[in-house]
């Protein structure tokens, strides 16, 4: 499956629920739907926020395909580089601190880190290349 969308937060809900109905072709799990949505919908927002923030004509393209083991897919930008060329660390926090002391995002690249495999990032002629699987059932 291939998909091709602007950066607008409109496309990417427009998108995830295309992705929602296109998964339902390959057979996977509620469970797997379920955390290929939660990863896109992290990844795509902060292309739209971050990578293509105020360039209404960046573009971002998606491949998914199914093997026997996992879901391979990539995602392409052509926004800008992530921070240092390369994706950000995992970020914890001390979660028996105060409410009002927990930092409010930056979170989102560990919810990914620990959902997916074989996450890598590279930027290669202008653009952003994401890709990871997600083991199957």
């Known amino acids: ?68 083991a996992d879901l391979r897919i990539k995602v392409v930008d052509d926004g800008g580089t992530m921070p240092h060329g390369k994706l950000p660390a995992r970020k914890t926090a001390a979660l028996s601190a105060s409410p009002e002391t927990l930092p409010e995002g930056g979170f989102g690249w560990s919810l990914i880190r620990d959902l997916a495999h074989d996450l890598t990032y590279a930027r290669r002629n202008g653009q952003n290349q994401l890709t990871f699987a997600l083991v199957l059932d």
């Open 1 to 68: 499956m291939r998909l091709t969308l602007a950066s607008d937060p409109f496309e990417v809900r427009a998108a995830l629920q295309l992705l929602r109905t296109e998964m339902t072709v390959l057979n996977l799990s509620d469970d797997a739907v379920a955390r290929v949505e939660i990863i896109m919908a992290e990844i795509l927002n902060n292309v739209v926020e971050h990578a293509c923030r105020n360039r209404p004509d960046c573009r971002i393209d998606i491949e998914m395909a199914r093997t026997r």
